[in-house]
């Protein structure tokens, strides 16, 4: 773990005292990071007023992938862009709802942010937890234009990773690459204030996350180890497993870093070509990150998320994280086919 904060240090005042592996944070970092999260919390006061803003319903669009967006797809999205411009250090942006990367600047600088502006779009309207979700790369040449290929680049390079959740609280977790840490917004400051230093995933759980309606769709190695966790005290796992699925990764990955858990979303047939739902750059590689960060796994099935050599900025992956014994079941159960 990290060197040791005082609890309830506000974000800002964090970043400048942490010291992953030993070393200050670079200041440019620094900025980028306090000018990130002071957007997440002027975006949590935004979903806070909901209708009385008319912030909720679709926007009527569509995004890169195809999907509606919600109003707060694009307001999420629009005030991230806006909120990290100032960053000098910082020379482009990608976002799931953005189909090429946007240059900041002259697109050049030392570092890359991808972010998922709004996770969850499906519980906004419903007043279910939703969230943002974001990574933070080094640029390989910092003093060369901006071009997507500087994205690429496998998950174990992430400098930075983490997620805002508004939920009852406004929580951010984050990882520097020596742990992970968690705030919590404070109304009455308006900071995000440290409430837990170095978080660990139990490696054993009795509780999984996956949507069981597409449970017919799924692989063969999938669907053993959850037919295995339905078979309860008397079937091979001899445990009775709790079942949870809020349809936002951002709150079910909330939920595995707090008290264990697996969370999957795999492969499935009914689009056999694409890998999985979501997305390798800005939902997989950082809740990976967090996830290794905190003792916990991230596989695709067969390899771990952050090993993986991206193709393209919104490629798609299986995933499978968090308590280390059960994805290491998976992983085995994948390797025998
Ligand atoms: P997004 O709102 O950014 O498009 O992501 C939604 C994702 C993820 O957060 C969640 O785990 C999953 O979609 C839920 O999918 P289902 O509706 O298939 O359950
Ligand atoms: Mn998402
Ligand atoms: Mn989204």
């Given at each position: 773990?990290?060197?040791?904060?005082?609890?309830k240090?506000?974000?800002r005042n964090?970043v400048?005292?942490?010291?992953?592996?030993?070393?200050?944070?670079?200041?440019?970092?620094q900025?980028?990071?306090?000018?990130l999260v002071?957007?997440?919390?002027?975006?949590s006061?935004?979903?806070?007023?909901?209708?009385?803003?008319?912030?909720?319903?679709?926007?009527?669009t569509g995004?890169?992938?195809?999907?509606?967006?919600?109003?707060?797809?694009?307001?999420a999205?629009d005030l991230?862009?806006?909120?990290?411009?100032?960053?000098a250090?910082?020379?482009?942006?990608a976002?799931?709802?953005?189909?090429e990367?946007l240059?900041?600047?002259?697109?050049?600088?030392?570092?890359?942010?991808?972010?998922?502006?709004?996770d969850?779009?499906?519980?906004?309207?419903?007043?279910?937890?939703?969230?943002?979700?974001?990574?933070?790369?080094q640029k390989?040449?910092?003093n060369?234009?901006?071009?997507?290929?500087?994205?690429?680049q496998e998950g174990?390079?992430?400098?930075?990773?983490?997620y805002?959740?508004?939920?009852?609280?406004?929580?951010l977790?984050?990882t520097?690459g020596?742990?992970?840490?968690?705030?919590t917004?404070?109304?009455?400051?308006g900071e995000f204030?440290?409430?837990?230093?170095?978080?660990?995933?139990?490696?054993s759980?009795k509780?999984?996350?996956i949507?069981?309606s597409?449970m017919?769709?799924?692989?063969?190695?999938?669907?053993?180890?959850?037919?295995?966790?339905l078979?309860?005290?008397?079937?091979?796992?001899?445990?009775?497993f709790?079942?949870?699925?809020?349809?936002?990764?951002?709150?079910?990955?909330?939920?595995v870093?707090?008290?264990?858990g697996?969370f999957?979303?795999?492969?499935d047939?009914?689009e056999?070509?694409k890998?999985?739902?979501?997305r390798?750059m800005y939902e997989?590689?950082?809740?990976s990150?967090?996830v290794?960060q905190?003792?916990?796994?991230?596989?695709?099935?067969?390899?771990?998320?952050?090993d993986?050599?991206?193709?393209?900025?919104h490629?798609?992956?299986?995933v499978?994280?968090?308590?280390?014994?059960e994805?290491s079941l998976?992983?085995?159960y994948h390797?025998?086919?």
């Open positions: 773990m990290a060197n040791p904060i005082q609890l240090t506000p974000f964090y400048e005292q942490a010291k992953p592996q030993g070393a200050a944070v670079p200041e440019g970092l900025s980028l990071l306090i000018a002071g957007t997440c919390r002027t975006l006061d935004e979903v806070a007023q909901g209708a009385l803003i008319g912030i909720l319903g679709s926007a009527g995004n890169v992938q195809g999907e509606v967006q919600q109003k707060l797809d694009v307001i999205n991230l862009i806006e909120g990290v411009q100032g960053c250090a910082l020379a482009g942006i976002s799931e709802e953005i189909e990367p240059p900041v600047g002259k697109g050049v600088g030392d570092y890359l942010l991808l972010f998922d502006p709004l969850g779009s499906s519980n906004i309207d419903v007043n279910v937890s939703i969230g943002t979700i974001f990574s933070i790369l390989p040449n910092p060369t234009p901006l071009t997507t290929s500087d994205f690429l174990r390079k992430q400098v930075a990773a983490g805002v959740v508004y939920g009852p609280q406004t929580t977790a984050i520097l020596d742990g992970v840490d968690l705030f917004l404070d109304a009455v400051s204030l440290l409430i837990k230093q170095g978080i660990a995933i139990s490696a759980t509780e999984f996350a949507n069981m597409n017919r769709h799924w692989a063969a190695p999938v669907k053993r180890y959850v037919e295995e966790c078979a309860g005290v008397s079937g091979p796992r001899q445990k009775d709790n079942m949870r699925w809020i349809a936002s990764m951002v709150a079910d990955v909330h939920r870093l707090s008290r264990g697996i999957m979303y795999p492969w047939q009914r056999p070509g890998p999985g739902k979501l390798l997989a590689n950082p809740m990150l967090l290794e905190a003792g916990g796994q991230s596989i695709n099935g067969v390899d771990a998320i952050l993986l050599k991206p193709h393209g900025l490629e798609r992956v299986s499978m994280l968090g308590s280390a014994e994805v998976l992983r085995a390797a025998q086919g």
